[in-house]
């Protein structure tokens, strides 16, 4: 049989065996379709159910509340409640369940009405006790007891469309084993119209093996095009991943010798201040010495401090994973940075996205981060008129999914030639015997060990910074 007529009875083949396999898909897919609209609508109704159970459960505060002081006010929230949980049962679908429901629920305000009429207190006590407890509790059972029926059928809908994805798999894996016999005899035939692909991504992987990060040059118009788009794909990543590599050495390095050195500077700095703090309580208040001893405190105070930033630099804390808010982190860093930011008079806005998904991350370690680059914004706006810092929250789509936290400033801005070594260690364009320039090192730091990463903006001095930190999704 010549070369073509056995490509064209693979081929034919392999059309019915896609056409099977096409058939038992389509019929998992309308099967799974007529299940999950049910499944949609039980989980619909629990939801409704649940919703009016809780309006019910809030409502009955606004009695309680009124039965105990009269207050209008509480009557009129009541009154309010009812009219939305009216409309509420009315979206029941179910019409026995409505019935019941609503005749349950008319009851209930019947007896509220009477309590409402009432002047005397201890009758109102007694009706309260008596009457409107007894019919709050079974209108609510009931509404507990239509929950928990909708629950099991829930449940019961998610077994049929387990089976039935279950069945639809394990058919599609004997097509697919059966096919795969098949492509094995199929992919002899075409094996040379293959070798120079492959032997092209050879040489560069032997390249890439000698530290060369050579891209392939392709057009080919097949398939080897997405082969070899993802091979130059892997090569940026390397190179990208062998820069943070050399970085987080560094990092290593260096915060080793902060380290030794903060633990070195830490016993006697703490006898300088100690015995600064003994003489100046020791000197009589109208001393001429004790400007000097104030002087002493406040630069052992800052030795301190600088000290306790190198230690923070150099110390590896355990990250512990947890699902949360990206809004949950920023509020939580404006809470603890509130005193600074309203002494330095700084106006915070923020924008939060809505409907963000939540990012699984060592919460500990990325509100570190945030408030180191919120500190560096307050101290870049200390001689700014205009104070104002941005925070904003959003969904950015790249080759993966990332929450992204925006902070934007009004201070005096990065000069372009210092950008590329803004995250350095030690690196600081302010006073460096106030800063000890580790904390974008940290912050960048931080962002890396979440597989994130941390971009920074600015058009020049005294036109602002914006610093963004990207946080994958899936991490």
Not at 171 to 187: E, K, Y
Not at 330 to 354: G, H, Y
Not at 366 to 373: E, F, M, P
Not at 406 to 420: A, M, R, S, Y
Request: some cysteine; overall charge neutral.
């Amino acid at each position: 049989m010549r070369i073509r007529d056995k490509i064209i009875t693979i081929f034919s083949f392999f059309i019915f065996l896609l056409i099977l396999l096409s058939v038992v898909l389509i019929t998992s897919m309308l099967l799974q379709r007529e299940y999950f609209v049910k499944y949609v609508e039980s989980r619909d109704k629990i939801s409704l159910l649940n919703n009016i159970l809780q309006q019910i459960i809030s409502q009955r505060l606004h009695f309680d509340f009124y039965v105990l002081t009269t207050d209008e006010k509480e009557k009129e929230n009541f009154v309010l409640a009812a009219t939305k949980i009216k409309q509420l049962i009315d979206k029941i679908s179910d019409i026995e369940e409505r019935n019941v429901i609503q005749q349950k629920y008319i009851k209930l305000l019947s007896v509220v009405e009477k309590v409402f009429n009432q002047i005397d207190k201890e009758q109102r006590f007694s009706l309260a006790i008596q009457e409107f407890f007894p019919v709050y509790e079974n209108l609510t059972n009931q509404l507990i007891d239509y929950i928990s029926v909708w629950n099991k059928e829930e449940k019961k809908l998610q077994r049929y469309m387990l089976f039935i994805n279950l069945i639809s798999i394990m058919i599609s894996i004997i097509i697919i084993i059966f096919a795969l016999i098949i492509s094995a005899n199929f992919g002899i035939k075409i094996y040379r119209s293959l070798i120079q692909p492959l032997k092209t991504i050879a040489e560069h992987t032997s390249l890439l093996a000698k530290g060369e990060y050579k891209e392939i040059k392709y057009n080919t118009g097949d398939e080897f095009d997405n082969v070899f788009s993802v091979f130059n794909r892997m090569v940026k990543d390397l190179k990208n991943l062998q820069s943070q590599i050399i970085q987080m050495d560094r990092l290593s390095n260096i915060g080793q010798l902060a380290g030794g050195i903060a633990h070195e500077l830490n016993n006697p700095l703490v006898g300088v201040l100690g015995m600064a703090q003994i003489l100046y309580e020791k000197l009589p208040a109208d001393s001429p010495l004790r400007n000097y001893v104030e002087k002493i405190e406040q630069a052992a105070l800052r030795c301190r401090e600088s000290v306790a930033r190198l230690l923070q630099f150099s110390r590896q804390k355990e990250y512990e994973y947890t699902e949360i808010d990206v809004a949950e982190i920023v509020n939580n860093v404006l809470f603890i940075a509130d005193s600074e930011l309203k002494a330095q008079n700084v106006r915070v806005i923020t924008l939060f996205s809505d409907n963000l998904p939540k990012i699984k991350v060592s919460v500990p370690h990325v509100q570190q981060a945030l408030l180191n680059i919120i500190n560096n914004a307050i101290q870049a706006m200390e001689n700014v008129d205009t104070k104002i810092l941005q925070i904003k929250t959003y969904l950015s789509k790249d080759e993966n999914e990332y929450v992204c936290i925006e902070v934007q400033d009004t201070g005096c801005g990065i000069k372009k030639e210092n950008l590329d070594f803004l995250f350095d260690p030690f690196f600081t364009t302010k006073d460096k015997t106030k800063f000890a320039g580790v904390g974008l090192a940290i912050t960048k730091d931080i962002i890396l060990h979440h597989k994130g990463k941390i971009t920074v903006y600015s058009e020049g001095e005294n036109k602002g910074a914006r610093f963004t930190i990207w946080l994958p999704i899936k991490n």
